[in-house]
Nanobody, 126 residues
C-alpha cells in the first residue's frame, strides 16, 4: 500500500508557472511508475505525463509537450510536475497516480494505476 499526496496547486495567470508535487508514504517509491492526470468539470480524467520506474523515461500528452516536465526524486519519495506557459485550458484538478513494477501497457491508461492521490486544483486565469 502506498498513499499519495499532491500539493502545489493554486491560481495563476496565463503564461505563468506552477510546480506540483506528489509525495509517497512508502520508503521505496522508486519501484513505482508515476503518472499525472487531470480532470476538468464535465470531462473525463485525462493523462498528462508519466515517468517510468525502470528506465526513468518520461511521457507526455501532446498538449503539454514542451511546457510541462515530470521528474522524480527517489531520495525524497516525490514526483514533481513542473508546468510552464500555463493556459486557461490547463485548468483542472490534477491527480498523481502510481503502480508498482509496471510491466506493460499504455501509461495513459488510468485503469492500470492502482494508487491515486486526492488531487490538487490548478486554475489558470486569462
Amino acid at each position: 500500500q502506498v498513499q499519495l499526496v499532491e500539493s502545489g496547486g493554486g491560481l495563476v495567470q496565463a503564461g505563468g508557472s506552477l510546480r506540483l508535487s506528489c509525495a509517497a508514504s512508502r520508503r521505496t517509491f522508486n519501484s513505482y511508475t508515476v503518472g499525472w492526470f487531470r480532470q476538468s468539470p464535465g470531462k473525463e480524467r485525462e493523462f498528462v505525463a508519466a515517468v517510468s520506474w525502470m528506465t526513468g523515461n518520461t511521457y507526455y500528452t501532446d498538449s503539454v509537450k514542451g511546457r510541462f516536465t515530470i521528474s522524480r526524486d527517489n531520495a525524497k519519495n516525490t514526483v514533481d510536475l513542473r508546468m510552464n506557459s500555463l493556459k486557461p485550458e490547463d485548468t483542472a484538478v490534477y491527480y498523481c497516480a502510481a503502480r508498482e513494477y509496471w510491466s506493460g501497457g499504455s501509461y495513459g491508461a488510468k485503469d492500470l494505476y492502482n494508487y491515486w492521490g486526492q488531487g490538487t486544483q490548478v486554475t489558470v486565469s486569462s
